[in-house]
């Protein structure tokens, strides 16, 4: 017999946990959830510019995607951000297959882009990653809706790398902020 929690314990507590933290933070006073937004708001401001300045510099038709991106993506936490990160760039992978691949077989009409909504979505819940069915959709309505110019695949390939670059500038980000706050936080170690 083990004297470890059940699962269902564990998620109770993880519960009573989340529910616990959300309290707190709605009654801290102003002024910390000012900081902590302004906090928030730089690092996002951040990510958004490196992406924005190096889709540029990458000559990227639209750089302004991975400014989006980097928005979308960062989260208070790394591990928030790397997951958030992990379901953009699925979602932006599925988006991109199925609105280039739908194109390919029933051409540039509604009609297709109903369609590639459609797979795309489910794509991600069949691939066990349902939290980016909503991002694939977002994705594929990007590359079908999104008045281009070039080949239609370029235009899939660039809008992924754009979304590929947000995130690594978000990351990044989010990282060295933690560094940051950690040694703020706890000056001696």
Known sequence: ?????????????????????AFLYRHLPWTHRLMQGLWFALQALLAASVAYGLGLLLHTQQAFWAAITAIAV?????????S??????IGALVG????????????????????????AITGCWLLGVGSAGRLSGTTTTIIMLVPHTGSFWLIAL?????????????L?????AERVQRRWVHPGD
């Open 172 to 176: 990044a980000v989010v990282m060295l």
């Open 1 to 21: 017999m083990s004297d470890q929690p059940s699962l269902r314990e564990n998620l109770r507590r993880l519960v009573d946990v989340q529910q616990g933290m």
């Open 96 to 119: 991109g297959v199925a609105g280039f691949g739908t194109t390919l077989l029933l051409g540039e009409q509604y009609s297709a882009y109903a369609v590639a909504i459609v797979v």
């Open 74 to 82: 960062t989260q208070q936490t790394y591990l928030d951000t790397r």
């Open 84 to 89: 958030s990160s992990r379901d953009q760039l």
């Open 158 to 170: 660039t809008r992924v790398g754009e979304v590929a670059l947000g995130i690594v500038c978000s």
